[in-house]
């Protein structure tokens, strides 16, 4: 089993930054993907990006140029840089783990104001 947790969420103006992280524990293996999808009011669950434990990255269209996915494998944590947010990257935050199965962590807000 693999738990995570992210922390870093808040409120903050269009046009600030934010910083999210995920710290992974449990039965982590080395080869795997981690990732952060969102989820808004009314909205499906999307991914917002992905990094495998090579570092190749992914990027939904909508945050490419302004966020930036980062690991750090020997911590078992997963970031997202977040800058010149907008108020339609309001949403919920999820951590993602895969490695045979999706596992999720409890999801963390942000708010970004106009």
């Known amino acids: 089993q693999v738990q995570l947790v992210e922390s870093g969420g808040g409120l903050v103006q269009a046009g600030g930054s934010l910083r999210l992280s995920c710290a992974a524990s449990g039965s982590i293996f080395s080869i795997n993907i981690m990732g952060w999808y969102r989820q808004a009011p009314g909205k499906q669950r999307e991914l917002v990006a992905t990094?495998?434990?090579?570092?190749?990255?992914n990027y939904a269209d909508s945050v490419k140029g302004r966020f930036t996915i980062s690991r750090d494998n020997a911590k078992n944590t997963v970031y997202l840089q977040m800058n010149s947010l907008k108020p339609e990257d309001t949403a919920v935050y999820y951590c993602n783990y895969v490695w045979r199965q999706n596992y999720w962590g409890q999801g963390t807000q942000v708010t970004v104001s106009s």
């Open positions: 990094i495998t434990s090579g570092e190749k990255t």
